[in-house]
């Protein structure tokens, strides 16, 4: 199983009146969470978007636990429960120092930006992420 | 069942670089449909925190059927399932004309600003809404 | 000159913690503002695009006279001070029932989507707002 | 003079349909900015809105030189250029290595929380700063 880490600041602009981060921005936190941990594990979102790859959320859920607040320093573990195929799922957690504040997942596809069409995860990714699956 | 409808036009700000609504930003129409959902049933989510009840969500879910692009004009549908209790459900569906492009559900709390503590639906919002679930 | 009116609705998600709209949001309010002003003029942004024209924003400028709140009406007056050349000026006025709460200007190039150049403003606005500016 | 550096990296959900960064965006990269800067002063916003004085935004602009696209790393430039009185001013440039690609300022207000009235730069500000404004 793939698992790593980032941190987010929470911005001023991500709160709302209540003082917390507005429930809508932890999207956005998925998203630098996946991003992340694509650029960790040796690969480039951004390339693969220009290698003519793009990957659409088709499904999201997202469980508040606790408020987060501006200026809050936020763990973000963000976790790859199974090996792609023409889907891939991003768990997330959210912690402030040790307290679990929140947690997502988010499932995506891989979908060829030329024809439209859904397509299976790219094999350099596959090859990057087949040693954390393999039975020991 | 109380069922209303509202509609939203995609800003350019809501889309991202796929040409799409970002998919965080379904959570802000969803948040647009409750408080209008409210609204057509006479009561103001603004006076319910002026009057110290506030309503974070503990959880949603979101299904992206198709994607939504900018100046689409979505219809959205707003849905309470069943009478609130210390919860409230909100399940939200997207129509671009006939076709359902997008489906969500939101949990929400009843909290009392002052203690910061849970409480049950204020009976104002429970006598509104009673006359829907009644067995006929 | 022209000049016409929309309304925007402030939402929950462009709260800030003060309690205020997040000074950052109202650049979307502008965006919304020009392409209803655009609209009421028989012009759709979203065709401009199509045909293979976009708007970039070269500058703007804001000025945060009262805070806008959650929930709040605003009525948001567009106004287009000259004809357009190779740029496009568009003034906001922000409204709380009779009170300017804001006051913004933003300066937009026309660009050529394939070629990434400068061009100057279609003939197709020219023709529709020539009259407006018209000496009588 | 006080100036600064901090870094921002481009979230997908901060472009446009355009690939670029969204206009309105800017002004959260300047609030990291100013938070950034106060916070390598040895100032934290946060400590200073929970000791009871907030800092409104009441003039903003910004000139958009050349665009930033997704997962660019922009190297953010802060200056204070001038000791703050009752009102304090930021001025950013934004670098794509070496490029200048945006430039922006914001003028903003010291607000006493309770009384809701503008007060002067607090004490321990106008002390931490006045050493690079000094004559030599």
Known sequence: MYSTETEV????????????VYYGNY??????????????????YRSLEESGIMM???????????????????????????LPTSRITFEYKLFLEETLVHEGSTTL???????????RA??????LLKPFYEVK
Do not use: C
Not at 30 to 43: D, K, Q
Not at 70 to 82: A, F, G, H, K, S
Not at 109 to 119: K, L
């Open 56 to 82: 659409p959320v088709l499904e999201s859920h997202s469980k508040y636990i606790k408020p987060a607040r501006y200026d809050d320093l936020i763990r973000l573990q963000i976790i790859i429960p199974t």
């Open 109 to 119: 596809a891989f979908v060829n930006m030329e024809t439209g069409r859904p397509m």
């Open 122 to 127: 790219p094999e350099a990714m596959i090859h």
């Open 27 to 44: 999207a956005a936190y998925y998203e630098v969470g996946r991003v992340e941990a694509l650029r960790s594990l040796g690969m480039s």
């Open 9 to 20: 600041r929470v911005r001023y602009s991500e709160t709302d009146q209540m003082g917390y």
